[in-house]
C-alpha cells in the first residue's frame, strides 16, 4: 500500500497548513520591523518593547494573569473535592451529578456571559475581577472534575483501605497516599485551566466592566483599527497558552495512563 | 462487645463520611448552583417579561418569542447562522474525518507526532486566530499585497474578506482541532482485519467503507459534527470580525442587545431560541445518522 500513502501525506500536509497558518501569520508579523502587516520587512522586537511600555497592555496582562491564578486555585481544590465524591457515588447518582457539572459547557459561551451579566445586575454585584474570575470558573470547573476524576477510577482502591487498615486517618490516607497520586492530574488540569482562563474571552466580554483582560483587549484594539502590537500581545498569548497546554498534554498522556495500577 | 455495639460500629462512620462527602462536594456544587442554574433560571424568567418606561417589569407575556420567532429580522439572522453554522461544522468535520482517517490507517508511526500538533493547534488561540485572518486576507493583507506585488490582480480582491465564505472558512479553521479528537478517539477502535474481511467478501474499498467504517466511527462523527456546530451557531467573534453584512448571525444580535440596549427580555427570549434550535438539529442529525447507518 505504500505507494497510494502519497496522497494521504499531502492531505496531511495541506491540513496542517491550513491549522497553523494564523498563528504563524502573527508571530512572524509580531517581528517585523516595519508596521506594515502585509510585508515582512526585517527583524526585530520594537512590537514587544511597545507592548511592556504600554499601561494599557501591562494592566491587561496583569489582570489575565490574575484572574488565570484565582480561577485555578479554586478549580483545584473544588474539582478534587467534587472528584472525590463523584467517584465513590452509586453509578446513577454520578451520572445525574456529573451532567450538571456539565451544564456550564454544555451551554455556549454567549448565552452564559448574558446570562450572567443579567443575573450580576439583578443581584447588585458590580462587575470586577471577582465577576471575571466567576465566569472563568464556571467554564473551567468541569475540565478539572473531568481530569482528576478520570484519574481517581483508574487508582486502586485496595491501596487507601490499606492505609486506613494500618492506623492512617483519613486526613493522612488523603495526604500520604492519595494526593501523591493523583499529582500529575492536579498538575495536568491546573495548567489546562490557566490556559483556558488566559484565552477565555466570550463570557469576560460580558463580565469584566472595565477589568480588561489580554482577549478583551485584543478585541477592543481590532475595533479601533489594525495596530501591529496587537501581534506582539497576541503572540505573548499564544505562546503562553500553547506551552501550558503542550505540557499539560504531555502528563496526562505519559505519566497519567502509566502510573495508574 | 455486646450485640448491641457491634451493629451500631460501622455506622459512626458512615455518617462521619457522610458529612465529609458533603464537605468534599459542596464548593463545586454550590458554585454551578449558584453561578450557572441559578442565572440561566433568571435569564429564563426575564424571556417572559417586558420593558416598559425603560426599566424591566415582571409582567408576564411571551411577546419576547412570538417577535424572537415571528420578525423578519431575527428569521433572516437564524437563517444566516444555520446556514453559516451548519456549513462550518460539515466542513470542519470533512477535514477533522480525512484527517483523523489519514493518521489511523495510512500515516500510522507518525500517529504521536500528528496528534501533538493537534494538541498545539487546539490551543493556539480562538480570538488571536480568527484576528490572523484579517491579515492574511483583508485588502491591505497579506495575500492581496502578495498578488499584486506579482502582478495577478491590478486591483485588491475584495471578496476574501466579509461574507459568508470567510465567516465558513475562519469557523472551520478553529473548529477542526476540536473535531479530530472525537474522530480519532472512535477511529482507533475500528479493527483493520473487519475492513479486510469486508473486502474478502467482495466488497469495493467504496462498499467496505460505508458498510464497515462509517457505522463503526459514526459516534465520533456525530460528537463533532454536534460540538462544532454548537459552537459556530453561538458564536459572535467571527461574524463580527470576518463576516460583513451578509455574514451576520444570531450570536452578534444576541451580543449586541446585552451590550449596547437595554431590552433584556427580548434578548433573553433571542437566546432560548438559539439553544432550543441548536438541540433540535442536534438531535435531529443524531436521529438521521442512526436511522440510515444502522
Redesign the interface.
Known amino acids: ?1 505504500s505507494e ?2 502519497w496522497p ?2 499531502a ?2 500536509a495541506v ?2 497548513l ?6 504563524v ?2 508571530v512572524l ?1 509580531a517581528f517585523n520591523s516595519s508596521d506594515s ?3 515582512f520587512a526585517g527583524f526585530s522586537t520594537r512590537w514587544f518593547s511597545s507592548v511592556f511600555e504600554n499601561d494599557e497592555y501591562m494592566s491587561a496582562l496583569e489582570n489575565s494573569l490574575t484572574a488565570a491564578a484565582w480561577t485555578t486555585a ?1 478549580d483545584v ?3 478534587v ?2 472528584a ?3 467517584v ?1 457515588l452509586p453509578r446513577r447518582l454520578t451520572t445525574f ?1 456529573s451532567s ?2 456539565l ?2 459547557i454544555m ?6 456571559g ?6 450580576f445586575s ?1 443581584i447588585e454585584l458590580r462587575l470586577s475581577m471577582t465577576t471575571v474570575v ?1 465566569g472563568h ?2 467554564v473551567t ?1 468541569p475540565l478539572m ?1 473531568l481530569i482528576v476524576g478520570a484519574r481517581l477510577e483508574r487508582l486502586d482502591p485496595a491501596l487507601l483501605e490499606a492505609a486506613r487498615d494500618l492506623g492512617a486517618g ?1 486526613w493522612t490516607a488523603f495526604r500520604r497516599i492519595l494526593l501523591p497520586m493523583i499529582a500529575p492530574a492536579l498538575i495536568a488540569g491546573g495548567l489546562l485551566v490557566f ?1 483556558f482562563s488566559l ?1 477565555e ?2 463570557i469576560t ?2 463580565t469584566n466592566g472595565g477589568t480588561t483582560t489580554v ?1 478583551v483587549l ?2 477592543a484594539l ?1 475595533r479601533r483599527g ?1 495596530d501591529p502590537s ?2 506582539a500581545i ?1 503572540t505573548l ?2 505562546v503562553g ?2 506551552l ?3 505540557v499539560a ?1 504531555r502528563i496526562v498522556s505519559r505519566r497519567g495512563m502509566s502510573l495508574g495500577h | 462487645m455486646s450485640s448491641e455495639a457491634r451493629a451500631r460500629r460501622p455506622l459512626a462512620p458512615r455518617l462521619r463520611r457522610r458529612g465529609a462527602a458533603a464537605a468534599q462536594i459542596s464548593p463545586a456544587a454550590l458554585f454551578v448552583l449558584a453561578f450557572a442554574v441559578a442565572p440561566l433560571v433568571i435569564f429564563l424568567l426575564y424571556s417572559f417579561w417586558k420593558v416598559s418606561n425603560f426599566e424591566i417589569v415582571s409582567e408576564w407575556n411571551l411577546g419576547n418569542y412570538s417577535e424572537a420567532l415571528g420578525e423578519e429580522v431575527y428569521r433572516r439572522a437564524f437563517l444566516n447562522t444555520l446556514r453559516i453554522a451548519g456549513s462550518a461544522a460539515l466542513l470542519a468535520t470533512l477535514i477533522a474525518y480525512l484527517f483523523a482517517h489519514a493518521m489511523r490507517f495510512h500515516l500510522r508511526r507518525w500517529q504521536e507526532p500528528l496528534l501533538f500538533c493537534v494538541i498545539v493547534a487546539l490551543f493556539s488561540g480562538y480570538l488571536v486566530r480568527i484576528f490572523a485572518w484579517r491579515t492574511l486576507l483583508g485588502e491591505h493583507g497579506f495575500i492581496n499585497e502578495t498578488l499584486l506585488s506579482i502582478g495577478i490582480i491590478n486591483e485588491p480582491l475584495g471578496f476574501l474578506l466579509y461574507n459568508r465564505i470567510a465567516a465558513v472558512v475562519v469557523l472551520a479553521n478553529f473548529l477542526v482541532p476540536l473535531a479530530i479528537l472525537p474522530i480519532y478517539g472512535v477511529l482507533q477502535n475500528v479493527d483493520e482485519r473487519e475492513v479486510l474481511a469486508a473486502r474478502d467478501l467482495g466488497c469495493g474499498p467504496a462498499g467496505a467503507f460505508r458498510r464497515v467504517t462509517l457505522p463503526l466511527a459514526w459516534p465520533g462523527i456525530a460528537a463533532a459534527l454536534a460540538l462544532t456546530f454548537i459552537i459556530a451557531a453561538a458564536d459572535y467573534l467571527t461574524p463580527t470580525l470576518v463576516g460583513g453584512v451578509n455574514g451576520t448571525m444570531i450570536g452578534q444580535t444576541i451580543a449586541t442587545t446585552f451590550l449596547d440596549s437595554f431590552d433584556w427580555p427580548a434578548g433573553a427570549a433571542i437566546s432560548f431560541v438559539t439553544l432550543a434550535l441548536i438541540l433540535l438539529i442536534v438531535a435531529t442529525v443524531r436521529l438521521l445518522g442512526n436511522r440510515v447507518l444502522r
Request: cysteine-free; charged content about 10%; aromatic content about 12%.
Open positions: 500500500m497510494r500513502r494521504w501525506i492531505l496531511v491540513v496542517l491550513f491549522l497553523f497558518i494564523p498563528a501569520v502573527v508579523f502587516t502585509s510585508e479554586f481544590v473544588a474539582g473535592g467534587a472525590l465524591v463523584l465513590r451529578l450538571a457539572f451544564i456550564p451551554v455556549p459561551g454567549l448565552i452564559i448574558v446570562a450572567l451579566l443579567v443575573f439583578k466567576i470558573i464556571l470547573l472534575i483519613s490556559a484565552d474571552f466570550i466580554l460580558f482577549p485584543i478585541f481590532l489594525l496587537v501581534n497576541a498569548l499564544l497558552t500553547t501550558l497546554g503542550v498534554a
